[in-house]
């Protein structure tokens, strides 16, 4: 079974960096897709990056696009988002998962439990 678990979050000022991190269980992580969701206190889920199996392409979200990267490391089954510029309006649960790129549109399946980003002002 596909587990992924997220580490990394915590708080920070605005202006701030988090690195957040992405360990999947599966050997076969280097075959899927992953991304990044984040969900606001009180507010619905959104998309923030994906990026392909290989790592040649990246899709980031217009609000975090420039201040955001998505990165992977296959061999060591982990994905990671590096976050820089934090603003008060990035605090959320980031969510990490697998899933696919279908006409560059990134689409999850497997997802990890979150971990808390706090952007203070």
């Known amino acids: 079974q596909v587990q992924l678990a997220e580490s990394g979050g915590g708080v920070v000022q605005a202006g701030g960096s988090l690195r957040l991190s992405c360990a999947d269980s599966e050997r076969t992580f280097g075959h899927y897709p992953m991304g990044w969701f984040r969900q606001p206190p009180g507010k619905d889920r959104e998309f923030v990056a994906a990026i392909s199996w290989s790592g040649d392409r990246e899709f980031y979200a217009d609000s975090v696009k420039g201040r955001f990267t998505i990165s992977r490391d296959n061999a060591e089954n982990t994905g990671f988002l590096q976050m820089n510029s934090l603003k008060p309006e990035d605090t959320a649960v980031y969510y990490c998962?697998?899933?696919?790129?279908?006409?560059?549109?990134?689409?999850?399946?497997?997802w990890g439990q979150g971990t808390q980003g706090t952007v203070s002002s």
């Open positions: 998962n697998t899933g696919a790129l279908l006409s560059d549109t990134y689409y999850p399946h497997y």
